[in-house]
């Protein structure tokens, strides 16, 4: 039930796709006044983006956030006070699915795959990553099964690791698949406008 209350929720909200740089961007404004945007690859439908913008309580529109995909790089436009004080040293944590898996990666993590500790916790909902040494924790929740209000099942969770960087990965449910082939066919009926051009040329 709760799987079809969010497919709902995005055949109800308002709708607008753009085709540009190979990626096929699309736009949710929800009835409350949420945005929602997507960046899908032309050719595979392989999610590159999603993230989020919310009005604050007087109405001003606030910062996207970002759910899946890489942060803006610094000179791509304005910086957030987040990647004024980012030192490249430091962990980055960033979400990039795949067709069959929730990904995420962590660099600058230069420590060995045994030192690492990733487990479900039910209790919070969330995915925790801890190391022996006691130089790096993390606990992230998975937004996906909380819309879709499904439990969080260990067996489905694997990690990697290579070249300093610590692969997370998460079995799709099959429930989730599903719901995520629906709704390429409802993008299927939304109206693509195609732009020739990107946002910013280079020369």
Request: hydrophobic share 35%; proline share 5%.
């Amino acid at each position: 039930m709760a799987v079809t209350g969010w497919l709902e929720s995005l055949r109800a909200a308002e709708k607008t796709a753009l085709m540009q740089d190979g990626r096929r961007k699309v736009h949710y404004l929800f009835p409350d006044g949420k945005e929602m945007a997507e960046e899908y690859d032309e050719k595979t439908n392989e999610l590159l983006v999603r993230k989020w913008r919310v009005k604050s309580a007087l109405g001003a529109l606030g910062q996207w956030q970002i759910e899946v995909g890489e942060p803006a790089l610094p000179g791509a436009g304005s910086l957030g006070p987040e990647l004024i004080t980012e030192s490249n040293a430091n962990p980055i944590f960033v979400r990039k699915d795949t067709k069959m898996s929730f990904q995420w990666r962590i660099r600058n993590l230069p420590y060995p795959k045994d030192v690492y500790n990733v487990c479900v916790d039910q209790k919070e909902r969330c995915v925790v990553v801890t190391t022996t040494n006691k130089k790096y924790y993390k606990k992230f929740s998975i937004p996906d099964l909380e819309r879709y209000q499904l439990p969080l099942d260990e067996s489905s969770l694997s990690f990697a690791h290579a070249n300093s960087t610590l692969l997370i990965s998460y079995q799709k449910p099959k429930e989730v698949l599903v719901a995520e082939s629906e709704l390429q066919k409802e993008l299927k009926k939304v109206k693509t406008a195609h732009s020739s051009d990107g946002d910013c040329k280079t020369q």
